[in-house]
C-alpha cells in the first residue's frame, strides 16, 4: 500500500474500497494483519508454480500419478497443496487422442490451491459463453489448433469439483529432471488452452 | 436465476484476449476485496453459494460493464447490508455511522485466518441415501425456472446426457444459498454430446462434461 500514497488519487472504486475497508476495521470485524496476509497468499505464495510441480511429478513417477489420478486432493496434500477453492480435485488427462478443457460458465471456479486465482480472460464473457460452444474456435485464439479427429472434452465447473488438465509431456524431454520439466508447465497447459512445449 | 452470469452458449462476446504478464492484482484495492470478502465469511453469516448470488444477482448492463472486482466489491457490500454488518447509510457516507454493537463477534486474527484457507471447507457431507442414478444411466436434466441461485446452466437444460461418475454427496446450492438448509445429495458428473446441446453447430467430437445435482436430474432413454 505503500507506493500507492504517491500516485495519482485513488479512483472511485479504489476509495469505495477504502471506505468499506474502514468501516469494517471501525465495526471491529476484520483484523489488518489477516488481510495483509490474505493478499500476500494468493498474490506470491500460491499460483500456477504448485501445479506446475504436480504435472512434473506425474510425469516421472507413475505411482504418484496413479495416485493423483484416482484421488487429487489427496495426492497434492503430498506437496502441502491444498486448501480453499481446492477440497475437491478432479485431474484430466490430454492425450493424443483426447483434449481436456476447463472453464466455469457461471462464475469463475478454479482450482486455487494449484493454480492460485484466475487470469482475467478466464472470468470473462467471452471465455465462459464460448468454451462449451465453440472449444475448438477458443482453443485456435490461444494458437492451439486440434485434429478433426481429437476428442474435445469440456468440463464447465457447476460445482465444488475443481479440475486440474494434466497435459502431454513433450516429445523429446526424456531426459529432463522433474525441475527442469516443473519449468516447461505452464498455467495455460492445465487449463487447457495450451500445449507443453521444449523451450 | 436466469441471470447475465449463465453464459454458455451466447454469441457477441468477442474474442478471448488473454493479457501477456498478467498481475495477479491490477490495482492495489482488488486485492483487498479478494480479502474482505474471504475475511467477512469467515464470520459464517453466509456461505459460497449465497455469495454468489449476491455477485450474480444484480442488472445485466452492471454486470458486464463491471470488473470482476468491482462485482466482488458489489456482491459484498450487498451481503453485508443483508447480514446486518452495515447499514445502507454507512456504505452511502463512506463511513461508520453507529458504534460497533457490544456483542462484536470474534474475528480470526493473522495465523487463525491462515489455518482456515489452508484446510478450506469442503461441501462434501457424508452419504445418507444411494445415489439414485448409476455410471452408465442416460439422464436428462429437468425443465426448470428457478428465480434464486441454481448451478444448473440454461443451456443443458432439457437434454440428455449420460452419467460418467458418482461424485459424492455434496450440499445442494439452490437451498443452500436462500439460508434454507444444506439439503445434500448426489453430484453426478454427466457427459452431453455437443450436437446435443448445439446441434450441427458442433463438432462430433466434441463434448461438455457438467456436475449436476440429483434435484436437477430426471431418468430418460
Redesign the interface.
Known amino acids: ?1 505503500a507506493n ?1 500514497q504517491h500516485t495519482a488519487p485513488l ?1 472511485p ?12 476495521l ?6 489488518t ?7 500476500d ?3 506470491t505464495k500460491v ?1 500456477p508454480r504448485n501445479g506446475a510441480r504436480v504435472v512434473a511429478r506425474a510425469w516421472i513417477d507413475p505411482a504418484f500419478r496413479a495416485r493423483l489420478m484416482s484421488d487429487g486432493a489427496a495426492a497434492i496434500a503430498e506437496f502441502g497443496y ?7 480435485l478432479v485431474v484430466v488427462e490430454n492425450t493424443p487422442a483426447i483434449h481436456n478443457l476447463v ?1 466455469c ?4 471456479c478454479y482450482p486455487w ?1 494449484v493454480l ?2 484466475p ?3 478466464y ?14 474456435g ?1 482453443l485456435r ?2 494458437g492451439v489448433e486440434l485434429e ?14 475443481r479440475y486440474l488438465v494434466l497435459p502431454e509431456r513433450p516429445a523429446g524431454s526424456e531426459g529432463m529432471s522433474e525441475e527442469q520439466l516443473a519449468s516447461l508447465v505452464t498455467r ?1 497447459s492445465m487449463i487447457g488452452v495450451g500445449k507443453v512445449k521444449l523451450p | 436465476m436466469n441471470g447475465i ?7 457477441g ?7 501477456p504478464n ?1 498481475p ?6 482488488e ?6 470478502n ?3 465469511g469467515f ?1 459464517g453469516r453466509w456461505n ?1 453459494d449465497r455469495g ?1 448470488y449476491f ?2 444477482n444484480r442488472h445485466p448492463l452492471d454486470y ?1 460493464s463491471s470488473t ?1 472486482y ?1 462485482i466482488w ?1 458489489k456482491g ?2 450487498a451481503l ?1 447490508v443483508d447480514a446486518g ?2 447499514r445502507a447509510e ?2 452511502a457516507a ?3 455511522l453507529v458504534p ?1 454493537p457490544n456483542d ?2 470474534r ?4 495465523d ?3 489455518a482456515v ?8 457431507r457424508p452419504e445418507t441415501a444411494p445415489p439414485r442414478f448409476k455410471v452408465g444411466d442416460t439422464v436428462r436434466v429437468r425443465e426448470m425456472t428457478v428465480a434464486g441461485h441454481t ?3 440454461r ?1 443443458c437444460r432439457r437434454r440428455r446426457g449420460i452419467v460418467q461418475e458418482v ?1 459424492g454427496n ?2 445442494f ?1 439452490d437451498t443452500n444459498a436462500a439460508l434454507a438448509g444444506e439439503n445434500p445429495q448426489a ?1 453426478y ?1 454427466v ?1 452431453f454430446e ?1 450436437r446435443e ?2 446441434g450441427d ?3 462430433p ?9 440429483d434435484d436437477y436430474l430426471e431418468a430418460a432413454t
Open positions: 500500500m500507492s479512483t472504486t479504489a476509495a469505495r474500497v477504502k471506505a468499506l475497508e474502514s468501516i469494517l471501525e465495526k471491529r470485524l476484520v483484523d494483519a489477516a488481510l495483509d496476509m490474505l493478499i497468499t494468493y498474490e499460483g491444498q486448501g480453499r477453492q481446492t477440497e475437491d472453464v460458465t457461471l462464475c469463475s490451491g492460485g486465482l487470469p482475467v480472460w472470468k470473462s464473457a467471452p471465455y465462459r459463453s464460448r468454451a462449451v460452444m465453440d472449444p475448438r477458443v485464439e490461444f478433426p479427429d481429437v476428442e474435445v472434452r469440456v468440463w464447465d465447473s457447476t460445482a465444488e469439483i495455460d | 452470469h449463465d453464459m454458455g452458449g451466447m454469441h462476446m468477442g474474442p478471448v484476449e488473454p493479457e498478467e495477479v492484482f491490477h490495482a492495489p484495492w486485492g483487498r476485496v479478494l480479502a474482505l474471504l475475511a467477512m464470520h459460497i454468489r455477485r450474480e458486464l470482476y468491482e466489491l459484498l457490500e453485508l454488518f452495515v454507512e456504505l463512506g463511513r461508520s460497533p462484536v463477534p474475528v480470526p486474527g493473522r487463525e485466518a491462515h484457507i489452508s484446510k478450506g471447507s469442503s461441501y462434501r448451478r444448473a446452466p443451456y461424485r455434496f450440499v446450492p453430484l458428473s457427459r455437443g446441446l448445439w453447430a458442433a463438432g467430437k466434441d463434448a461438455v462434461y457438467i456436475d449436476l445435482w
